[in-house]
């Protein structure tokens, strides 16, 4: 087991597209596996975080030091970010069938295992770490006041409701990761890299199999619609990343160049996943958390090759 894991670990890279075909190609299973996208998000936020000294940087991240840095950060990418894109959207006239997709990308807060896409592209973890566990600590107190005041009584759950959904699936996430720690030992862990990203790899492949359950049928269906969304969702997420990444080649030192290449990867692939298991079901978003995946998949390729070519890694 432990090789298949280091396997996947070392090879993730190519792994993580190659499983977007593999979902689009498995029969339907004729019921709803929605149900389990929720124990699947606690499960990558619990692999993510079993890695981390959560005590540690969670002391470190609320010191007098590093607590401001931690909250502008947080700020950047959950409010100011947010407005920046859906503003973005409405300027260019998204079609409104569109816009709630692209107002839940836009408030939710960088996934979990951007931290590990970060590791794979030779970011600093530390670094990703931090920011993650800020803004999965606030992204339940911003995104689902946002989006209710966007998007009013289109979002079918209060904000207060998401709020509960959102901060469940975040808490029991990092208690696994806890409790994981406790019988695991740190020692363990960190002899065992590859097998937590492989562990990471599973997981996330893993997630396809709800998300892409019947979606090909909806796809062939519904062709121009499944466009649509793909578009939304690679724009969205590329040109976040490259406009940051531009920050980062141009950044007077090197300390907050690394910090604009990690805030590229962490800002540019959100998670989707998490509303998608809070709200109601929607079809349209269904489509779009699906076909977004590609786009985060693809991140550690290609984002990785474009920063080579924008001499970002040398």
């Known amino acids: ?20 075909l593999f979902a689009l190609c ?51 990418l959950l409010i100011l970010m947010p407005i920046i894109l859906i503003g973005a959207c409405q300027i260019v006239g998204v079609n409104a069938l569109l816009m709630p997709s ?34 999965s600590l606030l992204a339940p107190f911003t995104g689902p006041f946002i989006g209710s005041l966007i998007l009013g009584d289109a979002t079918g759950l209060s904000s207060f409701d998401m709020f509960v959904n959102l901060a469940i699936m975040i808490f029991v996430g990092v208690v696994i990761a806890l409790i994981g720690q406790l019988l695991l030992g740190p020692a363990r862990i960190a002899r065992n890299t590859d097998s937590f990203n492989g562990l990471a790899a599973l997981a ?51 300390t907050l160049a690394q910090l604009a290449s990690v805030m590229a990867v962490v800002g540019g692939n959100r998670n989707v996943g998490l509303y998608y298991g809070a709200l109601p079901p929607d079809p349209v978003f269904s489509m779009f958390t699906a076909l977004y995946q590609l786009p985060l998949y693809l991140t550690p390729l290609l984002m990785g090759h474009m920063r080579r070519l924008m001499g970002l890694d040398r």
């Open 102 to 135: 692209a107002v839940w990308y836009a408030v939710a807060p960088p996934i979990a295992s951007t931290a590990w896409i970060c590791s794979l592209m030779g970011l600093s973890l530390p670094v990703a770490m931090r920011i993650i566990i800020m803004t």
């Open 26 to 76: 498995l029969p339907e299973t004729g019921n709803d596996l929605s149900v389990i996208v929720p124990p699947l998000i606690m499960i990558i936020y619990a692999v993510t975080f079993i890695r981390m000294d959560l005590m540690a940087m969670l002391r470190e991240t609320l010191s007098p030091s590093h607590l401001i840095e931690q909250l502008v950060i947080s700020a950047v």
């Open 204 to 254: 996330m492949l893993l997630f396809l199999i709800p998300i892409f359950n019947g979606m090909t049928g909806q796809i062939v269906l519904n062709p121009w619609l499944a466009l649509s969304l793909l578009a939304l969702a690679t724009i969205l997420n590329f040109s976040t990343q490259f406009v940051l990444m531009l920050l980062a080649k141009f950044a007077p030192s090197a």
């Open 1 to 20: 087991m432990l090789t298949i894991l280091n396997l996947l670990g070392q090879n993730a890279k190519l792994i993580l597209p190659l499983g977007i």
